[in-house]
């Protein structure tokens, strides 16, 4: 991956959402570890997980007919949104700046000992574990077929 740039609704870098499972991996090489989460006998939908360690961040297939990028979340230090790191943004700076960007879907919320700061329009969260983020969490919807909702 050339840049660690997170874009909303758009991708990673020079990943975008709708990329091929395939095509992604030829970009990235082997993940260090994947797995299927979904049993398509029960739920009818197929998501895979791919893990790169030497970037931070994990891949997020989605699709029956053909598994394409759906989602990320990176833990990646040098990860920049909107020109600046993300990773060094407080909570009250990171919704500053989704709201400049034009995203206004706030919600904040309390899970397991972390704080998750969502922008519904924007698909995406952000993990803090007191002051210090800990990771962005971003995607898209994608039907059966592998399109982009």
């Known amino acids: 991956m050339e840049k660690f740039v997170i874009e909303p609704l758009k991708?990673?870098?020079?990943?975008?959402?709708?990329?091929?499972?395939?095509?992604?991996v030829k970009k990235l090489g082997n993940p260090n570890f994947y797995e299927e989460l979904s049993d398509m006998e029960e739920t009818g939908n197929r998501s895979i997980y791919y893990e790169y360690e030497e970037i931070d961040t994990n891949i997020y297939f989605e699709g029956i007919t053909k598994s394409v990028v759906a989602c990320f979340e990176t833990e990646?230090?040098?990860?920049?949104?909107?020109?600046?790191?993300?990773?060094?943004?407080?909570?009250?700076?990171?919704?500053?700046?989704?709201?400049?960007?034009g995203f206004k879907q706030l919600e904040e919320e309390d899970?397991?000992?972390?704080?998750?700061?969502?922008?519904?329009?924007?698909?995406?969260?952000?993990?803090?574990?007191?002051?210090?983020?800990?990771?962005v969490s971003w995607g898209v919807l994608v039907d059966?077929?592998?399109n982009i909702i």
């Open 144 to 146: 059966d077929q592998g």
């Open 111 to 135: 899970e397991d000992g972390e704080h998750r700061v969502s922008f519904e329009d924007a698909m995406i969260d952000f993990f803090f574990d007191g002051d210090k983020m800990t990771a």
């Open 11 to 24: 991708g990673f870098g020079d990943i975008p959402f709708g990329m091929a499972l395939d095509d992604a």
């Open 76 to 101: 990646n230090e040098e990860a920049i949104l909107y020109g600046t790191k993300v990773f060094e943004l407080s909570r009250a700076e990171v919704i500053v700046l989704m709201q400049d960007n």
